[in-house]
């Protein structure tokens, strides 16, 4: 796996012409055996995967993008329901005939619409292996003591493109079954206190999950560079990207 950045900008905004479309989103290509896996970077939860002429949406919002401007979807994946990863509007945009949508039980009852896949089921999604895994708090709750993330309500994804394992791990910290999740090329970990985790707990993910690449996501007002500090010394590749 090999991957290559597409400009970037200290301001952390390019403008990019990709095919039909342009609008200002960092993006990288990696190197699969399956072919080019291009990642686009739309921010907070919020990412593209475009890969054998195929467009995965994950959480797309409105509020980050014209989605009237990027390509229609083959498939959206929805980690949970929430106002910032689901979107009525930005799914009804992006979706085409024949859009696959994968999605959680409870997002399911909102939309009315969609395949349900639930934690530790496996689904093939426009011909990539899909895996659901678990996504919730351990520690962060709300003022009423109950979870911001419920166990068994939310899922991370990931999806295999070529030789190529990617982790998205939605709103989540951490969970002993991460241990046991093997081969994971890319990480996508949310650090985002205090509904997900801080840059300490972040770091115990990635040096159980071990993955090649890791890109904090979902940050907020975290600083993303002390996780870089923290994980100096392992072989894991930190990649900040405009994911606030």
Partial sequence: MKIRAIIFSFLFVTVLNVGSYAQDFQKDVIQTMGGDLIITFIGHGTLMFEFQGKVIHIDPWS??????????????????????????????????????????????????????????????????????????????????????????EGNGYIITFGDTRVYIAGDTEYFPAMEKMQMISIAFLPMNLPFTMAPTMVAICAKAINPQILYPYHFGDTKPEELVKMLMGTKIDVRIRSMK
């Fill in 63 to 152: 509020h980050l993008a014209d989605y009237t401007k990027l390509p229609k979807a083959d498939a959206i994946l929805l980690t949970h329901d929430h106002g910032d990863h689901l979107d009525p509007d930005a799914i009804n945009t992006i979706s085409k005939e024949g859009t696959e949508l994968v999605l959680t039980e409870i997002c399911y009852k909102k939309l009315k619409k969609g395949k349900i896949i639930r934690n530790n089921e496996y689904i093939g999604v426009v011909g990539l292996p899909v895996e659901a895994v678990p996504a919730y708090n351990t520690f962060a709750r709300r003022g009423n003591g109950k979870p911001y993330h419920p166990k068994g």
